[in-house]
């Protein structure tokens, strides 16, 4: 199964995949809600936009590594390890719920489902498409464009 957040993310994914069902989840507890009654051992793509960081904006990542994105907590939050994607640079994502403008650190991706769905113990692999360096404007110009 696809899980994609957006109606935007839709046509990414059908550019990768032209099969498997899409369920477009949302974002934050949304995600959750949408999953709630799928089956756990559900293998699942999760498919999407995300802001990098130090990444090329435009190309697309697998994510082998995920976990929340709460700054402002003083303990490590769980890491979850994603199923490996042959033949693409892999690379970690941060999942929060508020849109990343300011970040220092390695080079990463910030969406807001995928550490989510890791979660609720599904199998996932993850494709994600940078559309913007932390910016706000540059991702609304992409989701527009593409």
């Known amino acids: 199964m696809i899980v994609v957040a957006t109606p935007d993310e839709v046509k990414l994914a059908r550019s990768l995949f032209a099969e498997p069902p899409i ?17 756990r051992d559900t293998e699942i793509i999760n498919i999407g936009y995300a802001g990098g960081y130090g990444l090329t904006k435009g190309n697309m990542y697998a994510v082998n590594r995920c976990r929340m994105f709460h700054p402002n907590v003083e303990y490590t939050e769980p890491t979850f ?3 490996p994607i042959k033949d693409m640079q892999h690379v970690f994502c941060y999942t929060g719920g508020d849109f990343v403008l300011d970040y220092k650190g390695e080079p990463v991706l910030f969406d807001m489902e995928l550490a989510l769905i890791c979660a609720m113990g599904f199998r996932v692999q993850a494709i994600k ?4 360096n932390l910016n706000y404007q540059e991702y609304e110009q992409t989701i527009t464009t593409d």
């Not at 949302?26 to 809600?33: A, E, H, K, P, Q």
């Open 81 to 83: 390890e994603l199923a």
């Open 129 to 132: 498409y940078v559309s913007d």
């Open 23 to 39: 369920l477009i989840a949302g974002v934050g507890i949304n995600t959750v809600r949408a999953l709630a009654d799928i089956p």
